[in-house]
């Protein structure tokens, strides 16, 4: 992916500008069941949401196209890695202190552990009608919803390396030639690097982190912690790192380039749900409904996010998903197969 054109510039400009527009246009283009909800939201005046998902770019400019289109409403974003949010988020519970109203993780085991301890609220909203076949009815029961359609692959910086020498397949990364040149996140902090480890586990065995360990990887927190590494030429290829992230950082002029690997890419197809005690349960509902409608996904598009809905277009630049392998874990596998792999990643790599 090369920088942006004068062209695709003014398109991302423009579509800031329609955003900020949310606000004078909202009154006109809210359907009746967001109206109602936005009424009950009012009272409560804000909403305290755990994102995990999205980087933090992503995540405040969510969190203002939110409040432009209902004003009156606040949304508090906490962003952290998704670990990192559910550890919060069971700190609260051991405190018996509600805080968060929606909370939003790259681990979709969260939601099922969440769910069987009773500790989120059902609910199903109308937008969920309008989202992408394949990631509707996350749960037939209601209680969490898809609201992130991540892809996770590979990357590198095209001043250390070529794109003819850069590794093809998350295998090459094991070459002895990439020692003390690949960085990658950490489990224990980010889920999207857990079901990573969980899916490539599931391929290769254990074996593979055996054989990435002796290669030395810089390992940070975040997924999103190797595209800075690579930004700043410390190291020359990055594992399992957002496509969005990176795609934002090439539009900026750094030199990176995205890497399919002739596996797949990981697909995190991840969840949002109400807390059971949610503090402020109509604006929780309402950010719900803000997050599967069009204007979510308009919002995350154009820092080069997929959208979650077929009536809104990719991000410019990007790979049909049509065109793209896509690997995931199962919910039953992420929920059992993440805290598997954080202990082994400790005991192999150490940190």
């Keep these: 992916m090369s920088r942006l054109s004068k062209r695709q510039l003014l398109s991302l400009t423009t579509g ?8 004078h246009a909202a009154a006109q283009d809210m359907p009746a069941h967001e109206r109602q909800l936005y009424e009950a939201a009012k009272r409560e005046g804000e909403i305290t949401w755990y994102s995990g998902q999205y980087n933090a770019e992503t995540s405040e400019a969510v969190g203002r196209a939110f409040n432009e289109r209902f004003p009156g409403v606040r949304c508090n974003v906490v962003r952290s890695t998704s670990q990192v949010a559910f550890q919060r988020l069971s700190q609260d519970a051991r405190a018996n202190v509600a805080q968060c109203d929606v909370f939003s993780s790259t681990n979709s085991g969260h939601f099922t552990m969440l769910k069987r301890q009773n500790r989120l609220m059902q609910y199903k909203p109308e937008h969920a009608s309008g989202l992408l076949p394949a990631i509707q009815n996350a749960d037939p029961d209601g209680y969490f919803h898809t609201t992130f359609l991540g892809l996770f692959l590979m ?24 020692k003390d040149k690949l960085a990658v996140g950490h489990p224990g902090f980010s889920g999207a690097i857990g079901v990573w480890a969980v ?65 797949g890419v990981l697909a995190a197809i991840s969840p949002s749900a109400i807390i059971a005690n949610a503090p402020h349960p109509n604006a929780a509902k309402l950010f719900m409904e803000f997050q599967l409608s069009p204007q979510l996904s308009q919002t995350v598009r154009l820092t080069f996010n997929e959208p979650l809905r077929p009536d809104v277009p990719p991000p410019e630049g990007g ?24 202990e082994a990643w400790r005991d192999t790599f150490g940190v």
């Design 16 to 23: 800031f500008a329609i955003i900020g527009s949310t606000k």
């Design 155 to 178: 990357t590198h910086n095209t001043r250390l390396v070529s794109e003819a020498d850069a590794p093809k397949s998350w295998q090459d990364a094991l070459d002895a030639k990439w």
């Design 319 to 342: 790979r049909p998903l049509a065109e793209v392998t896509l690997l995931a874990p199962s919910l039953e596998e992420q929920e059992k197969g993440v805290p598997e792999v954080r």
């Design 199 to 263: 899916q490539m586990r599931k391929m290769y065995g254990w074996d593979y982190f055996t054989k990435l360990e002796r290669n030395n990887p810089q390992i940070g927190r975040s997924s999103q912690d190797p595209v800075t590494t690579l930004n700043a030429g410390e190291r020359s290829v990055g594992l399992c790192v957002p496509v969005g992230t990176t795609a934002l950082a090439i539009s900026r002029g750094n030199p990176l380039r995205l890497i399919y690997p002739t596996e």
